[in-house]
């Protein structure tokens, strides 16, 4: 079905009002990130893990807001975009990026976003989470036809509660993983961002406890850092290893990411070690559980992508 028919069925269920602010949202706007098009269910996180930038963002460390739009609205947006295609084999999209979507003042606005996008879009949607998904919620999500492609974050065991001191514990990280599983979807560890001297040295504990739970699979990144990521974390681990893969100091409020890619390798083979299929691009382990290739393949594919290594060659590019 086209934007403009999508869009036309929308219009039947949302008010007039809703149809206004959203035709005028980021969401209608903007273009995809290298991860697919983001969609923010609210803003601020109060998690408040010491390596998290959305501060510097301009979004905060305490209560978080659900987003303006509901789930039907953000959808709606989306077909206004002029960039964003529909569909399994359309754009990519991702949840998480500057919030917890399912922290308990969001996870309504996140499941109204899945409900509609699986009546009215069906692309490929990634989330990320650090949250506690219980069994009815994971079988809720499971039963639709949207594919779901749930990344649940570890990046560390030892250092969970220095490193993410407000977020929720290690079992409860396991026990989404586990439910998410059971219910029929398959979970990843979102193993990222990689903290040298920490992630890579835990890395096949992390796996084989995702593994052992239910995850298939792996996503990995390295760590990007500004200046007040560094102070925070300096004040609870040694930054050295940190700061010899950085190219300079950031300036202020800039974001660098570390020279990582021995750290990737590293962690790489540790978690395949552990039984699971690593991705190095969460955008390709969202299409590689869509089993399809995106828009973004087809249209302007990256040298590095290696969806058709893993899917075979599409018949049509
Ligand atoms: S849970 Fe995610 S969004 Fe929230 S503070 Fe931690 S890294 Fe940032
Ligand atoms: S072409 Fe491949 S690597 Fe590039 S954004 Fe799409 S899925 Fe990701």
Redesign the pocket.
């Known amino acids: 079905m086209s934007n403009e028919a999508l869009r036309a069925k929308l219009e039947e269920i949302l008010a007039p009002k809703e149809i206004f602010r959203a035709r005028r949202d980021h969401h209608a706007r903007r273009r995809p990130r290298p991860c697919g098009f983001t969609i923010h269910v609210g803003y601020g ?1 109060p ?3 010491l390596y ?1 930038y ?1 501060d510097e963002m301009g979004f905060s ?1 305490s209560r978080p807001e659900p987003y303006p739009l509901s789930g039907y609205g953000i959808a709606y947006a989306l077909l206004n975009n002029r960039h964003f295609i529909p569909g399994r084999d359309g754009s990519l999209i991702a949840i998480g990026s ?3 979507p399912f922290h308990p003042l969001l996870v309504k606005r996140t499941v109204e976003f899945l409900e509609a996008a699986d009546r009215f879009l069906r692309n490929p949607t990634q989330f990320s989470t ?1 949250q506690f998904i219980d069994e009815g919620l994971a079988g809720r999500m499971a039963s639709l036809k949207l594919p779901i492609n749930p990344l649940i974050t570890i990046v560390t065991v030892e250092k969970l509660g220095v490193l ?1 001191p407000r ?1 929720p514990p290690l079992e409860v990280r396991l026990k989404t993983i586990e439910n998410l599983s059971n219910a029929g979807l398959k979970p990843m560890v979102f193993v990222r961002p990689i903290i040298p001297g920490v992630t890579d040295v835990e890395a096949r504990v992390i796996g084989e406890l995702a593994a052992s739970h239910g995850a298939v699979g792996a996503v990995i990144g390295t760590l990007r850092v500004t200046r007040r990521i560094i102070e925070r974390l300096s004040k609870v681990m040694d930054v050295g290893p940190i700061l010899r893969r950085l190219k300079r100091t950031p300036r202020p409020g800039e974001q660098l990411a570390i020279r990582g890619a021995d750290l990737k390798t590293r962690v790489r083979e540790e978690l395949e070690q552990a039984g699971l299929k690593v991705f190095d691009q969460a955008c390709v382990a969202n299409a590689y559980n869509a089993q399809t290739y995106p828009a973004c393949y087809r249209m302007n594919r990256c040298r590095n992508c290696i969806l058709d290594k893993l899917l075979g060659k599409p018949t049509e590019t």
Do not use: Y
């Open positions: 996180c998690h408040a893990c998290c959305i460390f500057v919030s917890e650090k993410e977020a």
